[in-house]
């Protein structure tokens, strides 16, 4: 199996690229179009990536991410969120989202296929996702 590990303070960090290929193909190759909306929440197919771009968990390697900019049918703009509660400059915090805490992480906004979109799990308010925008502005152009 082809493995690689990136070192984390003395730890390796072990990333299963084979096995998000097999995923990662199946996906490329489904016919199902996903309708989105900004401001929704789905989980979504991110991924094994490289060195510290974020991942998704799970056997599906799968992630919450919040759809800030839709593009077109097939692209957005999105924010990949984490379980944990995090403060600084390249967090913004949610509250809890289907009981756990969630929080948008940032720095690791992308564009992302609407393949990659799994089920939707919610929505978030309108004056949320207006300061959502204003950190994100913050971040990348502040």
């Not at 720095?107 to 994100?136: H, M, N, P, Y």
Request: proline share 1%.
């Amino acid at each position: 199996m082809w493995r690689r590990g990136i070192r984390i303070k003395n730890k390796i960090m072990e990333k299963d690229f084979d096995r998000w290929n097999i995923n990662k193909k199946r996906l490329h190759s489904q016919n199902v179009l996903h309708f989105y909306h900004e401001r929704e929440i789905w989980w979504c197919s991110l991924g094994v990536n490289i060195g510290f771009e974020q991942d998704g968990t799970g056997k599906n390697f799968d992630r919450p991410v919040i759809v800030v900019r839709g593009f077109n049918k097939n692209t957005f703009f999105g924010v990949g969120l984490t379980g944990r509660k995090k403060v600084g400059k390249h967090y913004f915090y949610l509250g809890k989202i289907i009981g756990q805490d969630a929080t948008a992480v940032l720095s690791q906004v992308r564009l992302l296929d609407t393949k990659r979109l799994v089920r939707k799990i919610g929505t978030l308010d309108e004056a949320q996702f207006e300061r959502l925008k204003l950190a994100l502005i913050e971040v990348l152009f502040g």
